[in-house]
């Protein structure tokens, strides 16, 4: 077995560090969620953290460990905490999407989560699912390869996780009731972040940036996780490429870029190769925005790569190469350019599906109440759809209702093909397709499946980009498109090769993606877009998994300290 240095950064206002690689796994976590203030943008406020730290703590472990984590809220509000790309196998119980696999962790209580590893190599991360707390609750969770095992690039000299957050100067809380009671769309943020940090070209930000110090000749592996609210992002260092080399708990192909493009939801390992003259140089990142009339915070948040050694330094670093704001063929350039490394996953690419799904992703509206005010489009209010079906949060948790055969919580029948044809991505479309369906329903696969399933986005109220995201699973991404999906021509032109394994997938404005994956995980999973305010919209959906035959195909049986209603 071998050991990599672990390198610490003492950073003033931020107190990230390196993980030393290989560092000792810990089997057990105590996460107390709880206030604590934080100065950001020139003014200061309480925000929701994890044993008070802003990004939260790192979980670390080797490929198929067992990782508990004593969660205890001392918050005000409810809380429910999720491990994003974890498939928690026949263990649904601690997924942690609230009013799907569990109720809420109300203030004082505590509930004891266990994460099961299984395949996952990597990085992934945590967040809260609930309500937008995991704003600021969230952290990068590290899978090792199993001991006496190695990584398939040549070890890095050090690691470090980059992720990207945002910050509003108000309350996150009072940002979400706000936008929930109007009807429009949330106000935009005020900074986009770097481990916490805005960085200088903000107000206030200058001496807290993130800076990551480096030797000449080095190559760090960055663990990069897009924990950001609603944006997509485009990410670079002045004059370094960086070599991806895995992707949402998974090795890929090694793809070298200028930069790289990362939905919320999605992680990245990439190489760095400090190759460049002793100095400082400017780490950058922005949004990428296709959605026309679409607000968000077009501002850029910076961090510092910094050479160790004697220099004198350049007193205004250039800023990297980033594309424009709306560059599609950019981000679907390099998101469409990921390869799977079919050699560490062998036979696991699905050739024959056995139960096809076409779904359409959708912003629409709802009329306004009468007697309200409302601020989405001409007065009405905000919403979204999967196949026309707006969904509706329960009033107890669906993973409960099924395992005890609960009735009235949810339904089955969720439409499997979008219930209207028309051309989805017309320059204009009905208004009397943009109101959509309410309901909680359910698809319903048996174990065993071979599921393809298309993603469809609409031009409804808006097209715009949709990073889809399925718990309890990984998926491979086969195709990607343009307009609308062809079943008798796209299918032809998918890679069944070597696609990338992902478990949250960028489907493109007024296009498709196709993903496909074998249901031989029970439960109940949700799939939901990862925009927060879509999600918060309604575009989500439930996929219960069945039980298979074997011991090992079943359900496992709730933990005793689940939360109730």
């Given at each position: ?23 000792k796994?810990q ?13 950001r943008?020139?003014?200061t ?36 905490l ?41 990085t992934?991360?945590?967040h ?106 485009f ?47 400017y ?58 490394l ?44 999967i ?43 009905p ?34 980009d ?40 960028v ?12 249901a ?46």
């Amino acid at each position: 077995m071998w050991f990599l240095k672990t390198v610490i950064f003492l950073q003033i206002l931020c107190g990230f560090c390196f993980v030393g690689l290989h560092s000792k796994t810990q089997h057990q976590y105590n996460f107390v969620v709880k206030e604590a203030r934080y100065t950001r943008l020139c003014s200061t406020k309480s925000i929701l953290t994890v044993n008070g730290e802003f990004p939260g703590p790192v979980i670390s472990a080797h490929q198929g460990d067992t990782v508990y984590v004593n969660v205890y809220n001392r918050g005000t509000h409810n809380i429910t905490l999720h491990w994003h790309g974890v498939k928690q196998p026949r263990n649904p119980w601690t997924d942690g999407p609230e009013y799907i696999t569990q109720c809420p962790i109300k203030p004082g209580e505590k509930f004891r989560q266990k994460i099961l590893f299984s395949r996952e190599e990597g990085t992934l991360w945590w967040h809260a699912h609930s309500d937008w707390s995991r704003a600021t609750v969230h952290g990068a969770i590290i899978i090792y390869p199993r001991k006496h095992r190695t990584y398939p690039f040549p070890r890095p000299y050090a690691e470090v996780p980059i992720i990207f957050g945002e910050w509003w100067k108000n309350d996150v809380w009072k940002v979400y009731t706000e936008f929930r009671r109007t009807g429009g769309s949330p106000n935009n943020s005020d900074a986009i972040t770097i481990n916490g940090q805005p960085g200088d070209l903000y107000p206030c930000s200058n001496s807290g940036t993130f800076k990551l110090n480096v030797d000449q000749g080095k190559t760090y592996l960055l663990r990069i996780v897009n924990a950001a609210m609603n944006l997509i992002l485009f990410f670079s260092i002045s004059k370094h490429n960086l070599t991806v080399v895995g992707a949402d708990g998974c090795y890929t192909k090694p793809l070298t870029r200028d930069y790289i493009a990362i939905s919320p939801g999605q992680t990245i390992d990439a190489l760095l190769y400090a190759n460049q003259e002793p100095d400082q140089y400017y780490m950058a990142a922005r949004a990428y925005s296709s959605g026309a009339a679409v607000p968000f915070d077009n501002t850029t948040t910076t961090a510092i790569l910094q050479y160790n050694g004697n220099y004198p330094p350049i007193s205004s670093p250039p800023l990297p190469y980033l594309p424009y704001y709306n560059d599609t063929q950019a981000a679907f350039n390099f998101f469409g350019s990921l390869r799977g490394l079919p050699k560490r996953y062998p036979k696991s690419i699905p050739f024959n599906a056995t139960t096809h799904i076409e779904t359409t992703l959708s912003v629409n509206t709802f009329p306004c109440p009468k007697g309200q005010t409302c601020e989405g489009p001409n007065g009405t209010r905000f919403a979204a759809s999967i196949n026309n079906i707006n969904f509706v949060a329960s009033s107890i948790d669906i993973l409960e209702a099924y395992y005890y055969h609960i009735k009235g919580v949810y339904s089955k029948g969720f439409p499997i093909f979008p219930p209207f044809l028309f051309n989805f991505t017309a320059q204009y479309l009905p208004l009397e397709l943009q109101i959509p369906k309410k309901g909680t329903k359910a698809i319903v696969l048996k174990y065993g499946s071979v599921v393809e399933l298309v993603f469809q986005g609409t031009n409804l109220v808006g097209g715009i980009d949709h990073p889809m995201h399925l718990h309890g699973y990984s998926f491979h991404v086969v195709g990607y498109g343009f307009g609308n999906f062809n079943k008798a021509k796209d299918p032809l032109q998918y890679n069944l090769l070597d696609p990338p394994l992902l478990n949250t997938v960028v489907v493109p404005k007024n296009g498709w993606a196709t993903i496909r994956f074998k249901a031989t995980n029970p439960g109940v999973w949700l799939m939901h877009c990862h925009l927060e305010r879509h999600l918060s919209w309604g575009m989500e959906t439930v996929f219960i998994v069945k039980n298979g035959k074997g011991w090992n195909e079943t359900l496992l049986p709730p933990p005793p300290d689940m939360p109730r209603c």
